[in-house]
């Protein structure tokens, strides 16, 4: 393998870190590895959503055939397997089939490849260590990427990071625990995220400040099987730490009718 990677020239259109400007032939790109790009990478990889971030790719790309930074990481070899030389074959009909176009293939099929759902994450959580904010945001996106494609550990590592976090003290706060919440939500039918989100309640006074994340919790908490989080509701409804607005939302949740609401005495 070392070998054939010392075979490929040392251009950005063979980093594994290039991704095609547009999803029309072109030998522009933009560099994954720039962390402009780190909230947009799972509109792009996945479903290939260019207009997420049209004005920052405009403004970012560059021709692929320049000679390629310090951070080149060679793509690994890609077997033309029939379904890859079928898409040779239709760009060759069409007389589409340049340097170009079977570059992007090849991306694009080295891309599908990779088995995200094993793929490490030590990487980046070393950043979430890091006490850099910008780093710490970058791996928070990197890790919810690899959520969204279905990384286990990726799930349960970030659940643990947020379980540990102080409770929120200011809107900065808040706004990073939604970020780091949001990216949890793609599991939202494991208990690990029913007890980040319990945990969060009982530990989080609730004022001004705190109001946007404990709507939030609320918010992802209706798009939970109710078997998931039945007994922590009916469990907080008679703790009077919570308010009676918010005991009122967990009678929502819990579908009860007034006239079963005196069971519980506030």
Not at 165 to 192: G, H, T
Request: proline share 4%; net charge negative; hydrophobic share 35%.
């Amino acid at each position: 393998m070392n070998d054939e990677k010392e075979e490929l020239e040392r251009l950005c259109f063979n980093c594994s870190s290039f991704f095609p400007a547009s999803n029309f032939l072109t030998e522009y790109g933009i560099c994954l590895m720039d962390e402009s790009f780190e909230p947009y990478i799972e509109e792009l990889l996945e479903k290939s959503n260019y207009d997420c971030c049209r004005g920052l790719i405009d403004k970012s790309k560059f021709d692929g055939n320049r000679t390629a930074c310090e951070d080149f990481e060679p793509l690994e070899s890609v077997e033309i397997d029939d379904e890859i030389a079928e898409k040779i074959s239709e760009l060759e009909k069409n007389n589409k089939l340049t340097p170009e176009s079977l570059k992007e293939l090849l991306v694009e099929a080295a891309f599908e490849k990779v088995d995200w759902k094993n793929h490490p994450i030590e990487p980046y959580m070393e950043l979430l260590q890091s006490g850099n904010q910008k780093n710490i945001i970058s791996g928070i996106n990197s890790i919810g990427g690899l959520i969204g494609m279905g990384n286990d550990n990726a799930f349960i590592s970030l659940s643990d990071y947020y379980k540990k976090l102080p409770p929120a003290k200011s809107l900065e706060d808040v706004y990073f625990k939604i970020n780091v919440l949001r990216k949890l939500e793609y599991k939202n039918n494991r208990k690990e995220l029913v007890d980040c989100l319990v945990d969060e309640l009982y530990k989080t006074p609730s004022n001004n400040t705190t109001r946007s994340l404990i709507l939030e919790i609320f918010k992802i908490m209706k798009s939970i099987p109710i078997d998931l989080i039945k007994d922590e509701l009916e469990k907080m409804l008679k703790d009077k730490r919570f308010s009676y607005r918010l005991k009122e939302k967990m009678k929502a949740m819990l579908g009860y009718h007034k006239d079963k609401w005196e069971f519980y005495a506030f």
